[in-house]
């Protein structure tokens, strides 16, 4: 094999390793247990930018330069330039003529016909229209006596030619910097045949070949350099529509002025026809652009008309990438932002920047921690095990110092001693793996070197069995939680104490149970992009009663019931299976809840209560639970929930 190296010119660094996204992931784990859903989340962190990745913008940066440059050309920028250019011209011209019309006149006397004829000119001078356009087209036939006034009159005309036609075609001023009636020939034939070339696109007679060939006889008129048709067509409908909104952004008197110089201008070179085909073509293949809406500029800078056309476009294209940037539309996504746009408005740096945000994006799926449920994002159980270990780390880092060796369990899985016996390794098992067992598994089924491993060959390590609880955390997800401003404690207590259980308990059961005028059970996956509930109605009894059908699927497991929540019941379950709001809460409804509670009474349940709220109904509420079950009340403030709650379970398992 032969390699060929050159020298590294632009882009971002082909050696660069890759971006490692569990960084992000942490950063958007912040948001998450915040109350953030997973797409809020990761939508913060792509418009601030990721975290160990120095030098690298986020969205919010690029936006900023974004209307900065906006301000600049808007506050930098005056429109007439080309009105005000011409006019000084013709001003020039008119008094050249007027400084020889009288030498001719003193050199002649008071009588004779060439004293006659100059005044006669000179009166026709004082008669010109003050609009420059009509004035330009009145004397377009005028024998001018004045060899400079002449040749000022022709520079004049030089000038609207270049602007007119650079208008519509960016760099013709380069193209026609010496014009001579070759030059305007070969521009008239150029307009032809790509009208030509439109015209046989609309048929659908036209190839690829066609676009070569009038590159090829044509492409220095273009210096973009498009690559097809429909490039070619974009640059210049952009153009056009831009010197539509230069009109619109004139006074009515500047743009009567301006028209009619453009109008006479293109009759004068032969091209009124021609650029009128062009128009309406563009127009049609276009009609998305924001033809003849005017901007606001408020510059004192004067610029050319093919300056101030540039300008415009250029607004226009970041007014679309401010929006793109922005991504506040439903279903935005970085794909969405035109690459080509960011290296016109900000360079090659923030076009690395935008693909670096976008392999955030593509990463955080392909690595397993996001996927795209129905067009919704959602974290994977992947994602929530890392997200819970980061909730369950906070929580210890507020515990006392004297009593963190206890719960910092490093060798996640191992449940107890090991046994000395294998099994074969099943999907969630974090049990040491056996390699010994493992590898001579493959060499049996193989037969031979290498080994190629399967999964079935995997075996862990048995441990032997310690004493299991059945874990119940019963979490309220009413509009309530969200009001107080806890219901992110809550959520993040829910992942922490997941998260404990399947690393230093996983001979555990545990079950989260959210309640608002429903109950349902809660995987370990939803936890994490799990939002409050909009609804009237706090259900502890359902969810009383499924956590006792969970405690009674594991009899003999000792139980643990845990329940959050910032107000006392407000609904029940009707033998229907329909929920019965009422406030204030009825008797029926605290009835049927305390009969749960004295149904956990019998089973051996104790219920530790958290109230996040300081109710006299709570409170009264509470205490009667704990007479009736002997369990205990927590007043926990948000901040300091997740300590209680793991704080409480260890100690109830070093009890037991």
């Not at 609804?535 to 845990?562: S, Y």
Request: aromatic share 6%; hydrophobic share 40%.
């Amino acid at each position: 094999m032969s390699y060929a190296y050159g020298e590294y010119h632009d882009g971002p660094d082909p050696l660069a390793p890759p971006y490692d996204v569990r960084a992000a992931l942490d950063e958007m784990g912040d948001a998450v247990l915040s109350g953030s859903t997973p797409l809020d989340a990761l939508r913060d962190l792509l418009r601030r930018g990721l975290p160990g990745a120095p030098g690298r913008r986020g969205l919010e940066d690029l936006l900023r330069q974004v209307r900065r440059r906006r301000r600049e050309l808007r506050d930098g920028t005056r429109l007439d330039g080309t009105l005000e250019r011409a006019r000084a011209l013709l001003d020039k011209a008119i008094g050249q003529e007027r400084a020889e019309l009288q030498r001719e006149s003193e050199d002649s006397g008071e009588t004779g016909e060439a004293l006659d004829d100059a005044r006669f000119r000179e009166a026709m001078l004082d008669t010109l229209p003050s609009d420059t356009a009509r004035a330009v087209q009145e004397l377009a036939g005028y024998a001018w006596r004045s060899a400079s006034a002449r040749q000022t009159f022709e520079e004049l005309r030089d000038l609207l030619r270049r602007e007119v036609l650079d208008s519509r075609f960016r760099g013709m001023q380069e193209a026609l910097a010496n014009p001579d009636p070759a030059a305007m020939e070969r521009v008239r034939q150029m307009m032809s045949d790509l009208n030509d070339m439109l015209d046989r696109d609309a048929r659908g007679e036209h190839t690829q070949d066609d676009f070569d060939r009038f590159m090829q006889k044509y492409g220095d008129m273009y210096p973009e350099n498009p690559r097809n048709l429909e490039e070619l067509v974009d640059q210049l409908a952009r153009r056009a529509a831009a010197a539509q909104r230069l009109l619109a952004s004139l006074t009515p008197e500047q743009r009567e002025e301006l028209a009619g110089l453009i109008n006479h201008t293109l009759e004068q070179a032969g091209l009124a026809e021609q650029m009128s085909r062009l128009g309406e073509a563009l127009h049609a293949r276009r009609p998305d652009l924001a033809w003849g809406a005017p901007e606001r500029v408020s510059g004192e800078r004067p610029m050319a008309m093919g300056d101030a056309v540039t300008a415009l476009q250029e607004l226009a294209d970041l007014g679309d990438l401010e929006s793109a940037l922005r991504q506040d539309y439903p279903g935005a996504r970085l794909d969405d932002i035109d690459e080509e746009a960011v290296r016109r408005a900000l360079g090659r740096s923030a076009v690395d920047d935008l693909e670096s945000l976008r392999q955030v994006e593509r990463e955080l799926e392909a690595q397993g921690y996001l996927r795209r449920n129905r067009g919704k994002l959602e974290l994977t159980p992947k994602a929530v095990r890392r997200l819970g270990e980061t909730a369950l780390r906070r929580v210890f880092s507020s515990l006392e110092s004297g009593r963190r060796g206890d719960h910092d369990q490093r060798d996640a899985g191992t449940a107890g001693e090991p046994t000395g016996s294998t099994r074969q390794w099943r999907f969630g098992d974090e049990q040491p793996i056996d390699v010994v067992r493992t590898v001579v598994n493959g060499v049996r089924r193989g037969g031979g070197a290498p080994v190629a491993l399967s999964v079935d060959d995997f075996e862990v390590v048995e441990t032997e069995r310690r004493s299991a609880a059945a874990v119940c955390l019963l979490v309220d997800l009413s509009y309530s939680m969200a009001l107080r401003g806890t219901w992110a404690a809550a959520k993040q207590t829910a992942l922490a104490l997941q998260a404990l259980v399947a690393s230093k308990f996983p001979q555990d059961a545990v079950q989260i149970i959210g309640f608002s005028n429903y109950a349902r059970v809660l995987r370990p996956d939803e936890l994490a992009g799990l939002e409050w509930d909009m609804v009237q109605g706090t259900n502890l009894h359902h969810a009383l009663l499924i956590a006792g059908r969970h405690l009674d699927r594991h009899p003999d497991f000792e139980p643990v019931v845990l329940v959050v929540t910032d107000g006392e019941p407000t609904a029940h379950l009707m033998r229907n299976g329909a929920p019965r709001f009422e406030w204030p809460p009825s008797q029926e409804t605290l009835t049927l809840t305390l009969a749960e509670v004295d149904k956990m009474t019998r089973r051996r349940a104790t219920l530790n209560v958290f109230m996040l709220a300081a109710d006299d109904r709570l409170r009264e509420f509470v205490n009667e639970v704990a007479r009736r079950n002997g369990g205990r009340v927590f007043s926990a403030s948000a901040d300091r929930l997740g300590e209680y709650v793991v704080s409480d379970f260890l100690r109830a398992r070093r009890t037991r």
